[in-house]
């Protein structure tokens, strides 16, 4: 095959392009997705573009199983959150219309929304998620609600986002991923253009040649060729929605949809949006910070390539492009089979199709040293890592074990002193060590990833007075969703969330874990117990005020 020397890296390889997919390339490619389909199973769509030519494609599975009806170039897929890209290039269009401005207070088109927030909102901040807004599907969580057991559409997702009082930062000065701001945008548009997001839309993939892409406005329509979404439990089950919220997502589209756009973003050619606009749709936003996040684009390096991506994640449909400037390569990969790893998968197929050359970064397989451990009770409790995750070292029949929410307990094996390795993975192995002021911290290693450090919290000697002190009912009007804490022992409350209950535990003074949830019990001046603050991962700061 032949090759053309591109870039040499800084980081010690060479990555050598392709100028002709040769049989022998195709051959593994083809080697490489067979391996993710076996029997009769969902599966994918996969294709590549190169210098402006779609130059791969192929189709797997099958995308009805009931009916056995394979996936092939008409399959219309549910891209999820790769739709994000399409609601900002209608924004791109109105802006180059000179209808509104990056810099137009979201207000100004929804003048309903947090009427008691003085900071602007900005269109730039919806783009790229640093609003502060919350996201509507956590929300529902909140409330005890699952999304996709819903009969809900933009107008019910725009009645819970206009409820809240508050945001989850000031505006402009974080990022967190919020479906909220392009479910807003499609608002926008629908404001300043004078018709649906729907039509809106409809138009914009006409005018781009996609003409089997369609948001999904009404989930009883009937969408031709609709890949059913699967996923593996206990064998094939097909996962269901009922929900019609569009514009974050909702997006189904073919494979040959996808690339042509592909086309578009690598040639700059379109009849129907600029060269300019399409330039502007590649990059982040001005006179902004967040340098990760553009027109529903994610930025980033990989292998030492500046490249931009997007996952789409919904149910059981996965999707995943991956677009290299510098190589004129993107990779799309679309998917019914909620087991298929779309982003590793296109991965892959980047390191094939671009013969990516790399020294595989080795980390410490363990700790220099090894120290005694005297009592294993000694190293018992909760610690936090660097990344905010908790986890807890339980010991039970003389045994430690590493318990994290929503994971299986794993026991930890003894090698020495205080070595110990994960009974799932003789590989992964855990230290732990105390400071001279007595602080225990454990060090995570293997040799695939750099060690993750985790700092035990201090332990509550808090007595039962002040533990059944939290109890009371607790109630936040924005979502209309009501808390329950009653202290149970040692540890442990019964937190009882719109009717459901669930284990909570006192992890430090004033701080409580349900679930992914964070609990933080706040005080008036005279220190008693006036309300809550409760974070859950795209919502944070939700105030709970307590009953008299």
Known sequence: MKYTLLITLLFGFTMLQ??????????????????????????????????????????????????????????????????KQYTALAILKLLGEGKLNLDD?????????????????????LLTHSSGIRDVYDLWALKGKTWWKLFVDNKDALELIQSQKDLNFKPG??????NSNYILLTEIIKQVSGEK?????AKLFEALAMNQTTFLTNYMAVIPDKARPYGNWNGWREYPAITEVHGDGALFSTLGDQLQWEKIVQTKKSE?????????????LPNVSIANYGYGLMFGTYNGLKYAYHDGNTGAYNATFLRFPEAKLSVVVLSNNGNIPTNYLAKQIANLTLNLKTEKLVFPAGPE??????????????????????????EKDGSLYREIYQRDPVKLINERGNLFHYETNEDLKIAFTEDEGGQWQFTIYLASQAPNVGVRLPSNQLNDTYKKSLDGRFYNDETDTEILIEFLENHTYAVTKNGRERKGELILKDFLRMNSYEIKVHRDADDIVDGLVVNNRRIQ???FQKDN
């Open 18 to 83: 392709a100028e002709n997919f040769d049989q022998q390339l195709n051959d593994k490619l083809d080697e490489t997705l067979k391996a993710y389909v076996e029997g009769i199973s969902p599966g994918m769509a996969v294709g590549i573009v190169q210098d402006g030519d779609i130059v791969y494609q192929n189709f797997l599975g099958y995308s009805n199983l009931e009916h056995k009806v394979k996936i092939d170039e008409n399959t219309r897929f549910n891209i999820a959150s790769n739709g």
């Open 105 to 125: 207070d979201i207000r100004k088109h929804l003048p309903d929304l947090y009427k008691n927030i003085n900071e602007k909102i900005t269109i730039s901040n």
């Open 173 to 178: 000065s974080e990022y967190l991923y919020s």
């Open 197 to 201: 997001f729907s039509s809106f839309s």
């Open 272 to 284: 129907y949006i600029s060269q300019s606009l399409l330039d502007q749709s590649q990059q982040t």
């Open 369 to 394: 040293k090894i120290d005694d451990l005297e009592n294993i009770s000694d190293v018992v409790g909760n610690y936090k890592t660097d990344g905010g995750t908790i986890i807890k070292i339980v």
């Open 541 to 543: 700061n939700v105030v």
